[in-house]
């Protein structure tokens, strides 16, 4: 009976360590007394006890890799650059990712490091941060097909970070800042100027009004000397007479108006009874005068000209 127990859990023991499962999207790797028998995929697995051994299981999902590279630009700056690679064990090439690879993340970085350092060295720096989509896309063709005969696909690969040097970094924004506040300046010059000009095209309108103004005060009180001329005329006073009694009536309104404002300035003009008559003789006699002057230049002009003919 005690024979018969031992060969029972003997049996057990075997069928036991026999047994195994797989995770979904795992392979195993079994091999026979250190070659390779198979490959088991996810579920309940059964191999031969002692005969058999799992020497792997294989990931299928999709892994992803960050590596940072430091290389230089065509412009002498020195870069850091992170590149993110997605990749996965093709489902029927397990045998090559499991036997033909020893480390294949150490595998991939190289294939990085040389494609990186074969394609930036040709930009200078803002060309690096401007094409590091065509650097991400050299990545995955080169290292797709460098992968493909140890069972690697290269899902996707990504330039996640680009950081150049600290003093390359101060020196950008430096240059940026200087841009913005040149640009700035200009708006704000172009601003200045136009309230510049629409100030003067204010001014000049404003100047134009005030002296259509004066113009049409003025034509407007030449208007009203001529009627009160005329009827004084019609009352029986000669013009002359009109016009002294017109310049005596301004001459008070003009005084009147002096003293309502106590800043007026006051020019005192000769005030006895011919004062009027006098000062309208004199405007007269200038103008005649000045009349005649003109005659004389508009005379003197005619005989030279008939002297040159």
């Known amino acids: 009976m005690i024979g018969t127990y031992i060969i029972i ?30 490959i088991r995929g996810a579920g309940l697995q059964l191999k031969i006890p002692i005969v058999d ?18 290389t230089k630009t065509k412009d002498d700056v020195f870069v850091h650059l992170k590149i993110s690679v997605q990749f996965l064990i093709r489902k029927d090439h397990v045998y090559d990712a499991f036997y033909k690879l020893q480390n294949p993340h150490e595998q991939i970085t190289a294939f990085i490091f ?6 930036v060295p040709k930009m200078i720096l803002d060309d690096v941060f ?10 995955q063709r080169d290292l797709k097909q460098a992968m493909l005969d140890y069972g690697y696909d290269i899902i996707k690969a990504l330039v996640t970070d680009i950081d150049p040097d600290e003093k390359v970094k101060i020196a950008m924004n430096r240059i940026n800042a200087a841009d913005r ?14 309230l510049i000009v629409e100030r003067a095209k204010a001014e000049a309108e404003s100047k134009r009004l005030q002296g259509k103004g004066i113009a049409d005060q003025r034509r407007e009180i030449a208007r009203g000397l001529e009627e009160s001329v005329d009827v004084l005329n019609r009352a029986g006073i000669n013009s002359q007479e009109a016009s002294a009694l017109i310049v005596i009536t301004q001459h008070y309104d003009t005084l009147q108006s002096i003293g309502s ?6 020019i005192l003009l000769p005030n006895n009874p011919n004062a009027a008559s006098s000062m309208l003789n004199d405007m007269v006699t200038s103008l005649v005068a000045a009349n005649k002057v003109q005659e004389s230049s508009h005379e003197e002009l005619k005989d030279t000209k008939k002297g040159k003919k």
Do not use: P
């Open 261 to 266: 404002d106590t800043k007026s300035n006051l």
């Open 53 to 70: 051994k799992v020497a792997g299981r294989v990931s299928l999902r999709v892994q992803q890799l960050d590596v940072i590279v430091e």
């Open 9 to 38: 859990f003997i049996l057990v023991v075997i069928i036991a360590t026999g047994l195994f499962t797989v995770k979904q999207q795992t392979n195993a790797v079994i091999e026979r007394f250190g070659k390779y028998q198979s």
């Open 114 to 119: 040389d494609v990186v350092r074969a394609e």
């Open 181 to 194: 506040e040149k640009i700035a300046a200009q708006h704000e010059g172009d601003a200045q100027r136009i």
């Open 130 to 139: 401007e094409k590091k989509e065509e650097i991400a896309i050299a990545i």
